[in-house]
């Protein structure tokens, strides 16, 4: 089973709706190493984006913040050069996905109709986001070593 089929019968098992926003957010177009390196990882995010995306549409908050910090640190297993910018591609869809959430929960909240019953979540987020941020500005994740000696170089 090649690595579209998969993608494919992972986003048949999900609704549709979900399935277009998903599809936009991350999409493997020009990869050098034709997705040998990525592609357990990559189906593992799609995944993870999917599921968050049900959980949320659910209310159940604290079950997509848990599932994107699991695949926030699954893209720590993409170290290699070209993968580390596929990695910080994820990272950042995976952070922006955080925010919305957060921002979400914020509104639910704060203000005069605000539900006490998502707190816990909204801090949860707000722990999460911020550890996520600072890991993303310390830059531990990029690579910076010559482009010549990898692989994918020699497979376009």
């Keep these: 089973m090649d690595k579209k089929s998969k993608i494919t ?7 549709t709706k979900h399935l277009k926003k998903i ?20 189906i593992t995010i ?3 984006f999917l599921e968050s995306e049900q959980f949320r549409a659910e ?6 913040i848990e599932t994107l910090h699991s695949a926030f ?13 596929c990695a ?3 990272r950042l869809n995976i952070i922006d996905s955080l925010e919305n959430i957060h921002g979400e929960l914020k509104k639910l909240v704060k203000g005069i ?3 006490k019953r998502y707190y816990s979540s909204y801090l949860k ?32």
């Excluded at 019968?9 to 609704?15: I, M, R, V």
């Excluded at 209310?59 to 997509?64: A, H, L, R």
């Excluded at 640190?73 to 910018?85: A, I, V």
């Design 9 to 15: 019968e992972l986003f048949s098992q999900t609704n």
């Design 23 to 42: 599809q936009e957010k991350i999409e493997l177009v020009n990869c050098p190493l034709k997705a040998m390196m990525c592609e357990t990882h990559l």
């Design 73 to 85: 640190y699954k893209t720590n297993e993409l170290l290699n050069h070209p993968c580390t910018r």
């Design 113 to 115: 109709f605000a539900n």
């Design 125 to 156: 987020a707000d722990k999460i986001l911020k550890e996520l941020e600072s890991e993303k500005l310390t830059n531990k994740f990029y690579v910076n070593e010559p482009k010549e000696k990898y692989l994918g170089n020699y497979l376009n």
């Design 46 to 48: 799609y995944k993870s």
């Design 59 to 64: 209310k159940n908050f604290d079950k997509s």
């Design 88 to 90: 910080n591609l994820y």
